[in-house]
C-alpha cells in the first residue's frame, strides 16, 4: 500500500461501490465499479446471527433493504430472502452479499485496492480478526485499507502491520482519552474526511503529521475540484462519472 502515500496521483474509491447508480454494497454495484476501473473498493462489514461476514453499511435492514429488523437477528439463509434497494427506492434482484462473495468477485483485479470498514459491534474485534484471515488467505492484505470507527480494531489491525483509516477522535468509539493527538497519529496512517468539513487547514495539519486522507463524499466536479485544490488525492465517490474522468486526465498530465 506504499502507492497510496503517493501525493502527486489521483486515486478513486468506489464508495460502497458505485452506488449512486447501484444498489449500495452489492456485488452489482461493485462490478459496475470495476468496470468504471476504479482504483479502490470500499464496503462495510457485519456479523450475521451466524456469525457469517455480510457487507452491508447499516446494523438494520431498514434503509436498505425490503426487510426491517437488525442484521444481527438474522441468520444468512434468513437474509438472503431480503432484495437490495435501487438507489431510486425500487426493489432490485441483489441480495446482500457475503464477504467472501466480494473477495471472490474481485480476485482477477490484482492492482485493486480495498478500503475494508468493520463497523464498530459488540463482536468488532473478533470480525476483524475473522476478516483479516479471509483477507490473507485472499492475499489482499499488502492491498487492503482497514478502516474503522472503532478504536480497538484500529489498534488490532495496526498491531497486524495493516494499513489502517480512522477518524478524527471526537469520532471514534472506545477511544482512550489519555492517548494525546500526536499518539493516536502514531498509529494510523489515513484519516477519513468529510468534504462538508474538509479545509486546507485542516489537510494541512494532517499533512504535517505525515497522514494521508480520504474524501467523501466526491460525486461533482466541484467537488473533485475543491479536493484537489485543499491538497487531497484519495477520492471517495458515491457517483464516479466525474471522479474517474479527473483522474485520468490529471495523472495522464502529470504522467503517473
Known amino acids: 500500500m506504499e502507492r497510496l502515500k503517493r501525493r502527486d496521483k489521483l486515486f478513486v474509491c468506489a464508495h460502497r461501490g458505485y452506488m449512486s447508480r447501484y444498489p449500495e454494497n452489492s456485488l452489482l454495484a461493485f462490478q459496475k465499479a470495476l468496470d468504471m476501473k476504479v482504483d479502490a473498493i470500499e464496503m462495510d462489514l457485519h456479523y450475521s446471527k451466524d456469525k457469517k461476514i455480510v457487507v452491508i453499511h447499516d446494523d438494520s435492514l431498514d434503509r436498505m433493504t425490503n426487510g426491517t429488523g437488525k442484521v444481527a437477528d438474522f441468520t444468512y439463509e434468513e437474509l438472503k430472502q431480503y432484495r437490495l434497494l435501487n438507489p431510486d427506492g425500487t426493489e432490485s434482484e441483489e441480495h446482500i452479499p457475503l464477504f467472501e462473495e466480494y473477495l471472490a468477485l474481485t480476485k482477477n483485479e490484482p492492482d485493486l485496492m480495498h478500503f475494508v470498514e468493520v463497523k464498530s459491534q459488540p463482536l468488532a474485534h473478533q470480525l476483524f480478526e475473522e476478516a483479516y484471515l479471509m483477507l490473507e488467505a485472499a492475499d489482499v492484505v499488502d492491498r487492503t485499507l482497514l478502516t474503522t470507527f472503532d478504536y480497538r480494531v484500529t489498534l488490532a489491525a495496526k498491531a497486524k502491520g ?51 486522507f480520504t ?27 466525474s471522479s474517474i474522468a479527473y483522474r485520468n486526465a490529471q495523472n495522464t498530465l502529470k504522467g503517473v
Open 162 to 212: 495493516m494499513m489502517v483509516q480512522s477518524f478524527a477522535t471526537d469520532k471514534m468509539k472506545y477511544f482512550d482519552e489519555s492517548i494525546s493527538e500526536a499518539a493516536y497519529f502514531d498509529q494510523i496512517d489515513v484519516i477519513g474526511l468529510f468534504i462538508q468539513t474538509a479545509t486546507k487547514e485542516v489537510i494541512d495539519h494532517y499533512i504535517a503529521n505525515d497522514l494521508q
Open 215 to 241: 474524501l467523501v463524499p466526491c460525486d461533482t466536479l466541484a467537488d473533485v475540484e475543491h479536493a484537489v485544490e485543499i491538497g487531497v488525492n484519495i477520492l471517495a465517490s458515491n457517483e464516479l462519472a
